[in-house]
């Protein structure tokens, strides 16, 4: 009975240890518009080596989370990046930055940060594929907001993108998550909050500029919001992807909705790559 159950353990060791190939490496890049240090989590799946140019996923964080969220919490990047052969990148966008480059405060230039500083470090120290075609990027609430806001003004830098319970219209929320001390009160600073809502960038897309992907739980706060951008995006004849399914805003939606996503995202660069 011992052998067994010894056998049992190590057949248990070996699978836990062989689960999860990928490497989960913390690296620090530097921001000349921010001129300052910032970390990002970097996963390379088992296949990695210096031969083969990999594609490349960014996966944002939400409000009030960080850099190590989608390794601390959960375990689906690291399986995905081995499933998938991609290199999944993890940016920090501070707890609140909502991804913008902010017109009120000089010291947050995310979008600036991760469009172009990020995506060039990464470029220049992995062996990628450096294309827009080989280049996505989603993320979760604030970070859904972000992947979208950066994937539709940064077409040339992202192929592809999607969004996870994001806060695609951040209008009605004008007393929510900070975005006051980015964008000044709403109503003083109307244009900020008009020019820079997801809902209202649609005119930056033609019709397969970008493959999009998009999914909101109907219990979300932000389900309203994820509906009507459905809606827009299926009235100018935009083609994309929206998943509404029962689901809240919190790690049990999310750790299924990443699994969409990424295969998601492998299936467009099979396609283009």
């Not at 980015?182 to 930056?204: R, Y």
Request: negative net charge.
């Amino acid at each position: 009975m011992k052998k067994y159950s010894f056998l049992l353990i190590l057949l248990g060791y070996l699978c836990a240890s062989t689960l999860f190939a990928a490497k989960v490496d913390t690296v620090i890049t530097f921001s000349p518009s921010m001129n300052k240090e910032i970390p990002a989590v970097v996963i390379t799946p088992d296949a990695y080596n210096s031969d083969t140019p990999m594609p490349v996923m960014y996966l944002l964080h939400g409000y009030s989370g960080n850099y190590r969220d989608w390794t601390k919490t959960s375990d689906e990047a690291k399986m995905m990046a081995d499933q998938y052969n991609f290199i999944i990148v993890c940016p920090d966008g501070n707890y609140d930055s909502w991804y913008f480059d902010s017109p009120m405060d000089s010291a947050s230039h995310y979008e600036t940060y991760i469009a172009k500083e990020l995506v060039q470090w990464i470029d220049n120290n992995y062996n990628t594929n450096p294309k827009r075609k080989a280049r996505a990027i989603t993320g979760l609430s604030m970070g859904g907001h972000g992947a979208l806001y950066l994937a539709f003004r940064h077409q040339d830098v992202f192929g592809a993108c999607g969004s996870m319970s994001g806060g695609v219209d951040i209008r009605p929320f004008p007393n929510n998550w900070s975005m006051q001390k980015h964008l000044g009160k709403q109503s003083e600073h109307p244009e900020n909050w008009e020019n820079n809502t997801i809902i209202n960038m649609l005119h930056l897309l033609t019709p397969n500029s970008l493959a999009i992907a998009i999914d909101c739980g109907t219990e979300d706060f932000f389900y309203n919001v994820n509906v009507r951008l459905h809606n827009e995006l299926t009235y100018r004849n935009i083609p994309h992807t929206f998943i509404s399914r029962p689901g809240a805003h919190n790690w049990d939606f999310w750790k299924i909705s990443v699994k969409y996503h990424a295969l998601f995202f492998a299936e467009y660069f099979n396609q283009t790559t």
